[in-house]
Structure formats: C-alpha cells, structure tokens
C-alpha cells in the first residue's frame, strides 16, 4: 500500500508561514523530481510566485539538476 507523499505540503506550509530560507534548504535536498512538480504545482495554485520569485527559480533549477543525467562516470 503507498502512502500519500507529504513533503510537498509541509514545504508550501514553510512558504506561506513566511520561512522561506528553511523552505530552499528543504527544496535542495528533494527526494525526487515528482515531489518538485508537485511542489511546483502547489506554489502556482497558492499564487505566491510573485511574493517570492526567487523560489519559484529554486524549483525550476532543482528540477533540471535532478532530472538532467549524471554526468560522472562509476569507477
């Protein structure tokens, strides 16, 4: 059985509570690309991208970082 995954809401939970320095730290060290998405969706449907543009940059750059491919070599 899968659990609802619940690291997206409690991010927007820190953005709309004003900690948005606690929200990029939580942005970079995501667990997956899905989670960014909808995090993405989340911030877009709260209307707080003009508030706070630099973490809508946070997002997009996190999301081309995890999904673009690893660029290094396993020994």
């Known amino acids: 059985m899968s ?4 690291w997206a ?3 927007l939970a820190l953005l709309r509570g004003g900690n948005a320095m606690a929200a990029l730290a939580q942005i970079k060290v995501a ?12 911030f877009g449907a709260a209307n ?5 543009p630099h973490v809508d940059e946070a ?3 996190q999301i081309d970082a995890m999904s673009a491919p ?6």
């Open 3 to 6: 659990h609802p995954n619940v």
């Open 9 to 11: 809401p409690k991010v």
């Open 31 to 42: 667990p997956s690309v899905k989670d960014l998405q909808q995090l993405r969706a989340a």
């Open 48 to 52: 707080l991208a003009p508030r706070l």
């Open 59 to 61: 997002i997009a750059d």
């Open 70 to 75: 690893r660029l290094h070599r396993s020994p």
